[in-house]
């Protein structure tokens, strides 16, 4: 059996939304990162234990939230080491706007990743991008490099797009399948 773990940052609660998706499709842990950057007790341990990492992290001013970023400064105890290499990696990200730069997040993610000596996961699905796409579509913002979701600026978490979290869940669907052939 795999071991899948999702840790995510979610400053307003809509990337949490996304990351309880992805970690559904996956069958993974979630591990939060605080409000003050740091992951819950044991939270290092469930990453060196996993086989697969998904990371996630709302995209604010065109990048991962400083809370994620103190994360990812944190794992260089772990690059030293090497103990996350040859994991699988993949990533997600949520914000206001329709483009709102989350590709640069999703490269964030990546580089971050390939440090640890990582293999990517993509998403691997098609975009809905034809006439007759409607907003609540799976992968709707076509993102390959990883899930993507937009959430409006006054919306709640309760109101994401159904497409954007079938689109997460999907994605975590992908990674877990993935971890199984690897884990062979």
């Given at each position: 059996?795999?071991?899948?773990?999702?840790?995510?940052?979610?400053?307003?609660?809509?990337?949490?939304?996304?990351?309880?998706?992805?970690?559904?499709?996956?069958g993974g842990q979630?591990?939060?990162?605080?409000?003050e950057?740091?992951?819950?007790?044991?939270?290092?341990e469930q990453l060196a234990a996993a086989d697969a990492i998904i990371f996630g992290s709302p995209t604010y001013m065109g990048t991962v939230s400083w809370q994620f970023?103190?994360?990812?400064?944190?794992?260089?105890?772990?690059?030293?080491?090497q103990e996350w290499k040859d994991k699988l990696f993949a990533g997600f990200t949520n914000s206001a706007s329709m483009n709102g730069d989350k590709f640069n997040t999703l490269a964030y993610l990546f580089t971050?990743?390939?440090q640890h000596g990582g293999v990517w996961v993509g998403n691997g699905m098609l975009?809905?991008?034809?006439?007759a796409a409607k907003r609540d579509d799976v992968n709707y913002l076509g993102s390959y490099g990883g899930a993507m979701a937009q959430s409006p600026s006054d919306a709640a978490p309760a109101e994401m797009a159904a497409g954007d979290l079938e689109?997460?869940?999907?994605?975590?669907?992908?990674?877990a399948q993935i971890a199984s052939r690897f884990k062979r």
């Open positions: 059996m795999t071991q899948i773990a999702v840790v995510y940052h979610s400053g307003y609660g809509h990337t949490q939304r996304l990351a309880q998706a992805v970690a559904e499709g996956a979630l591990i939060a990162i605080d409000a950057g740091n992951l819950p007790q044991g939270g290092w970023k103190k994360f990812a400064d944190a794992s260089s105890k772990a690059w030293y080491a971050l990743a390939m975009p809905s991008n034809s006439k689109t997460g869940k999907q994605f975590g669907q992908r990674v």
